[in-house]
């Protein structure tokens, strides 16, 4: 049973983490900003997506 619940946390993550990518290249955030939080997206997917929930480019 551990497994499936490991997956489905593992794909929300995902989701949410694709979610979040999506949100900041569609940001007025200059082009560099842009790259620098999706790299730190997606090396921390977990750290990186509250990070960004926090303090990212809004709309």
Known sequence: ???????LLGLLILIADVWAVINVVQ???STGAKVGWVVLIL???VLGLLIWLIA???G
């Open 1 to 7: 049973m551990g497994i499936e619940v490991g997956g």
């Open 27 to 29: 940001s007025g955030a």
């Open 43 to 45: 090396l921390l997917p």
């Open 56 to 58: 990212g480019p809004r």
